[in-house]
T-cell receptor, first 110, second 114 residues
Framework: QQPVQSPQAVILREGEDAVINCSSSKALYSVHWYRQKHGEAPIFLMILLKGGEQKGHDKISASFNEKKQQSSLYLTASQLSYSGTYFCGTEKLENEKLTFGTGTRLTIIP | DTGVSQNPRHKITKRGQNVTFRCDPISEHNRLYWYRQTLGQGPEFLTYFQNEAQLEKSRLLSDRFSAERPKGSFSTLEIQRTEQGDSAMYLC????????????FGEGSWLTVV
């Protein structure tokens, strides 16, 4: 079953923060986050493997709440380069394929 | 470039024709995935391989679609008797088997059926 992302779209001014959520109706083993720019391949951002795990690099971080079966991606002090569509990919079992969410379109304006 | 390579990058074909896409994964990766993506949607799983074994096929994959990975290296995705609804970007991805391994995507092959 496809995970649900919210919001569907968000527009921010440069420097503002954003949170993107990914929820599943099934128990999850892992959550993978990707960013995709129009006409390009999805680019890997990070993987979260354990419930409650929080990861981050630079100004992008994420958390994974295993009990709630959801993950959140945090973008701090957004830059123009953060624009794109963000997808979460979920793995129900170890070593299974990813099922991608509905996507969140992020637009950063100067 | 040592990333996932796909070709052709763009293909325009007439309805009813057959098309084949090729994917060369990252060399040491034993997992290879095919996804399909239409405008405004997330990648949709089609099938995946571990080495040369096809482990799973989506119910979305009709009998007009076939994928192979004959020697556990490159893979091909063939669509027979194409229909306009097949127009999409076909994404290939690869990874190592194991938890926590990153799945890397290729640039995709755009198919337009006219």
């Amino acid at each position: 079953q496809q995970p649900v992302q919210s919001p569907q779209a968000v527009i921010l001014r440069e420097g503002e923060d954003a949170v993107i959520n990914c929820s599943s109706s099934k128990a999850l083993y892992s959550v993978h986050w990707y960013r995709q720019k129009h006409g390009e391949a999805p680019i890997f951002l990070m993987i979260l493997l354990k419930g409650g795990e929080q990861k981050g690099h630079d100004k992008i971080s994420a958390s994974f709440n295993e009990k709630k079966q959801q993950s959140s991606l945090y973008l701090t002090a957004s830059q123009l380069s953060y624009s794109g569509t963000y997808f979460c990919g979920t793995e129900k079992l170890e070593n299974e394929k990813l099922t991608f969410g509905t996507g969140t379109r992020l637009t950063i304006i100067p | 470039d040592t990333g996932v390579s796909q070709n052709p990058r763009h293909k325009i074909t007439k309805r009813g024709q057959n098309v084949t896409f090729r994917c060369d994964p990252i060399s040491e990766h034993n997992r290879l995935y095919w996804y399909r993506q239409t405008l405004g949607q997330g990648p949709e799983f089609l099938t995946y391989f571990q080495n040369e074994a096809q482990l799973e096929k989506s119910r979305l994959l009709s009998d007009r679609f076939s994928a192979e990975r004959p020697k556990g290296s490159f893979s091909t995705l063939e669509i027979q008797r194409t229909e306009q609804g097949d127009s999409a970007m076909y994404l290939c991805a690869s990874s190592l088997k194991g938890p926590g391994n990153t799945i890397y995507f290729g640039e995709g092959s755009w198919l337009t059926v006219v």
